[in-house]
């Protein structure tokens, strides 16, 4: 027996009331004896004895019917097989039907997905009339098709055949969860809730045990019966976050076998574009990570795109990796200073003598130079980073030409001045520091894109460059200390000012005695460039996972939208309008399929085109599963929960859904006592005053 109002149980307690009230009317009798009345005695017990049972039958009967009414009001209902519970009763149903990508695993006996859907089918077809039901769709996120119970289980049906398997990875917390908040708006007998899943491990993690709030029975159903085997391609990481033109650099991949078994062969190819450039076989051990290089080298800036693909298995949604890659280059970078050779050698040091008035032509930084003198009046149209070095003092024409240089989102790369305690700057400085042991760089984020390249310490070692001369700072609150020398100076400092970078080196590049090495050192080459290539480094983030939002910052004069499709949807109905705002940001939400997305701006009749990749998270490659026994733990199942394999037995289900409720019954015993107790206490009155 159990009780849809159990609340209502608490009325129990009012059954004490008829108790509490005939010992409160009880009296003590007081005994005086007459000895005319003492023959009456033994007639008179024998009557008392009567009487009190007749008074204990109406208290019992009094306590019964509050009793029952309290019952009736929990509305009580059977469901023991008892002749009384032989009657069907409603049924809400909830299905949490998987639909992460590990559900398109091809076993021998079909796709995992597919049973999936034949088992919630099973489960509705054994509904009846004045039953109802609901879907929800679970993978990281809960996709209710309906929000409601509907008794259209048609419609239900119809949904889920009509379901297909996402590219997203499972959390089983959120969906469960909703399940439970539509199930506790039901007020039939019997709720149940089905989860249909192949239980992957990931789904199960970094979270707690979700409380069964509706009071419903879970039924938990696997799809998977077999141990599954499963190679994927893990990540895909570039050698170095700042690539320029020219420069070779490494793509390292890393394949897992998500497999007790050991992989006996598979094939790796690299493409660029659509084109093929490379391809490699390996084998593996069970459960075994690879990782793979391959050198590649881009001739042109932009945004390069391309993938790793694997040999085709039983869940290909993982065996594609897809990666968009900004490539530096053409980058013309104005060198100011009294001495810039070196800088404009540093920055290209391929390319041929400059000619007056023309650029040097090289793909990746293309320099020029100018005097302190002639940069007041200098056009910095097209021009994209500003190198100050050594400026001795900037005029009021010369910060013009800056201020409005930092305005257009442009960059300023500067090697130490005292004199330049501007607005912009990213520091304050003081007076001359001068050492008489040099200093070296010592302390500096390794992990940092001007600084990756460089070997661990490598800059502080015996081959790094001495310094001996530099400024006591104080960095702007709003700065960041990228590195500092031994004695915590700070070295290299940045500052964001909109699209901006500002970087300071608290150093002097000057040709002269005791001031510093770096110039003449061969770090200084890849420490220069790799600054231009930073500050010339967008911001925006291009390679995302399924289901995140590619956020990018355009002008605002670029026009009021953009244009975004998935190159491997070329139907003109997948092309998405995507707002620009007024501060220049897009948003784009629906990443739902990897691959490839091209995004067009177009402003003053120039289109400007960049692209971004989407793929699957790699979590959900390991096919591993939990046991019922554990996932029943989890989501704390009641005691009576069925957990089933396999195919549905729906005689079985449907012997659970029987049951009747017997709150009526109870009211009418409850009257039928009420009845008996008001003859009895007439009767017992009538009875008292015949014998008074």
């Not at 045990?209 to 499963?230: F, M």
């Not at 130490?416 to 070296?440: E, K």
């Not at 701006?601 to 390991?622: G, I, M, T, Y």
Request: hydrophobic share 40%.
């Amino acid at each position: 027996m159990a009780f849809l109002n159990p609340l209502f149980l608490f009325g129990l307690l009012a059954a004490a009331v008829p108790l509490l009230i005939h010992l409160w009317s009880r009296r003590q009798a007081v005994t005086v004896d007459f000895s005319s009345l003492m023959f009456l005695v033994a007639a008179h017990r024998q009557n008392a004895r009567r009487l009190q049972l007749k008074q204990l039958l109406i208290l019992l009967l009094r306590m019964l019917i509050v009793a029952l009414i309290a019952l009736a009001l929990a509305r009580p209902f059977l469901t023991l097989g008892l002749p009384l519970a032989a009657v069907r009763a409603k049924t809400d149903v909830v299905i949490v039907l998987d639909n992460s990508y590990s559900m398109g695993y091809q076993d021998v006996d079909g796709v995992g997905f597919e049973k999936a859907k034949t088992l919630a089918t099973d489960v509705l077809r054994s509904l009846r009339h004045g039953d109802s039901a609901s879907l929800i769709l679970m993978s990281d996120i809960p996709q209710p098709l309906f929000r409601q119970l509907t008794p259209d289980v048609e419609s239900v049906i119809t949904a889920i055949q009509n379901a297909e398997v996402s590219y997203r990875t499972t959390n089983v917390q959120p969906s469960v969860e909703l399940a439970h908040e539509i199930l506790s708006e039901s007020t039939q007998q019997n709720k149940e809730l089905y989860l249909i899943s192949d239980f992957a491990r990931n789904g199960w993690d970094n979270w707690e045990i979700i409380p069964n709030r509706s009071g419903s029975r879970i039924v938990l159903l696997s799809v998977s019966e077999s141990v599954p085997h499963n190679t994927n391609i893990e990540e895909i990481l570039p050698s170095h976050q700042l690539i320029g033109v020219d420069l070779p650099f490494h793509l390292n991949t890393t394949i897992k076998n998500n497999s007790n078994a050991p992989l006996a062969q598979t094939t790796l190819t690299f493409y660029v574009g659509d084109k093929k450039k490379k391809m490699q076989t390996f084998s593996a051990t069970a459960d075994e990570s690879i990782m793979t290089t391959l050198t590649h080298t881009f001739s042109a800036p932009g945004t390069h795109t391309g993938y790793f693909a694997l040999t085709d298995d039983r869940l290909n949604a993982d065996n594609r990796r897809y990666f968009a890659l900004e490539v530096l280059g053409e980058i013309r970078v104005l060198c100011v200073g009294e001495q810039t050779e070196y800088l404009k050698l540093a920055l290209n040091p391929l390319g041929s003598k400059q000619t007056v008035g023309a650029p040097v032509k090289l793909s990746m930084v293309q320099p020029i130079a100018c005097t302190p003198a002639e940069f007041e009046t200098f056009p910095l149209e097209g021009y994209d980073v500003i190198l100050l070095t050594d400026v001795p003092q900037i005029s009021t024409r010369g910060e013009a030409q800056l201020r409005e240089f930092i305005r257009q989102g442009k960059s300023i790369i500067v090697f130490g001045s005292a004199s330049h305690n501007l607005s912009w700057a990213s520091a304050q400085f003081g007076q001359s520091i001068i050492w008489q042991v040099p200093q070296q760089v010592s302390k500096y984020e390794e992990t940092h894109p001007i600084f990756e390249i460089f070997p661990e310490n490598v800059l502080s070692g015996q081959y790094g460059p001495q310094f001996y001369q530099s400024m006591t700072v104080t960095p702007a609150p709003d700065a960041t200390v990228i590195a500092r020398f031994g004695d915590e100076t700070p070295f290299l400092i940045e500052r964001r000012e909109g699209k901006s970078h500002i970087l300071f080196f608290n150093c002097s590049l000057q040709q002269q005695p005791n001031s510093s090495e770096l110039l003449v050192n061969p770090y200084f080459l890849p420490l220069l460039q790799h600054s231009v290539l930073y500050v010339m480094r967008s911001d925006i983030e291009k390679n995302l996972n399924v289901g995140e939002t590619y956020t990018a910052n355009y002008h605002q004069d670029y026009g009021g939208q953009a244009w975004i499709k998935r190159l491997e949807s070329p139907d003109e109905d997948t092309i998405t309008a995507v707002p620009i705002g007024e501060d220049g940001e897009i948003r784009f939400e629906p990443t739902e399929f990897p691959g490839i997305y091209q995004v067009d701006v177009k402003a003053q009749d120039r289109l400007f085109r960049d692209f971004f990749a989407v793929n699957v998270s790699s979590a959900e490659a390991d096919l591993t599963s939990i046991s019922l026994q554990q996932a029943s733990e989890r989501i704390n199942a009641q005691a009576g929960s069925t957990h089933e394999t396999g195919e549905l037995d729906t005689e079985a289900l449907d012997i659970k859904r029987h049951g009747r409720e017997i709150w009526g019954e109870l009211l009418i015993l409850a009257v039928c006592l009420l009845l008996l107790e008001g003859f009895l206490s007439n009767r017992q009155s009538t009875l008292n005053v015949s014998e008074a």
